[in-house]
């Protein structure tokens, strides 16, 4: 048998326990960066999604009840700059994790979350990214007219609203915000993932 016809059995038999360890869940949170349920609940996720991010898709949108493309804001014109910040924000070149620790800290100071500093990021590409995104040609409103259009795209009532896998379950939310951790793992193994390790502690 030819090296050439192994490897292509081998590849056969490998590729779909790769294709499976590859899957992931897609979670949108749909969040107000000055809304207190907001922080609560990423404060809440930050610890869960530290250890389930390599099973995880994330797509943080904050916009909210927001309107006219993030420029009248449920919590104030402080909020509409905040918004736009961590929109800039979330489209760097930090890691997910990154990016929802960014977000997170922020959040947490209400001062902070107006303003384009280096506390919640310890590198200096991202202010100037983020500097540069909030200019007056900056891209900002252009990210905000996009998260308005995926916020736009489900039906709810309550920010923070979470989605897994593109569906909104409005009899789900409840759950998904208020027991964080089981929430995502039953989430998880229902697209399909093996359940992890940390998951499994639930049970026990």
């Known amino acids: 048998m030819s090296k050439l016809l192994i490897l292509l059995l081998v590849w056969q038999v490998l590729l779909p326990g790769c294709v499976k360890a590859q899957k992931r869940m897609n979670m949108t949170v749909l969040y107000e960066s000055l809304c207190k349920d907001s922080l609560d609940y990423l404060t809440s996720f930050l610890p869960v999604f530290k250890e389930l991010n390599w099973h995880i898709n994330l797509n943080m949108v904050p916009y909210g009840k927001a309107s006219q493309g993030g420029k009248v804001c449920q919590h104030g014109p402080n909020e509409c700059k905040a918004n736009s910040i961590q929109d800039c924000a979330l489209r760097t070149h930090m890691s997910q994790l990154e990016k929802l620790s960014y977000v997170t800290c922020q959040m947490t100071n209400k ?70 951790k089981k929430s995502v793992c039953t989430a998880i193994v229902e697209t399909g993932i093996d359940e992890p390790r940390y998951c499994l502690k639930l049970r026990r």
Request: overall charge negative.
């Open 111 to 180: 001062k902070l979350v107006t303003e384009i500093d280096t506390n919640c990021s310890n590198s200096s590409d991202i202010k100037e990214s983020i500097t540069e995104c909030m200019s007056q040609n900056g891209q900002w409103k252009t990210f905000q007219r996009q998260s308005e259009r995926i916020t736009n795209m489900y039906n709810f009532d309550q920010i923070p609203a979470v989605i897994y896998n593109d569906r909104f379950n409005e009899s789900l939310q409840d759950e998904a915000t208020e027991d964080v």
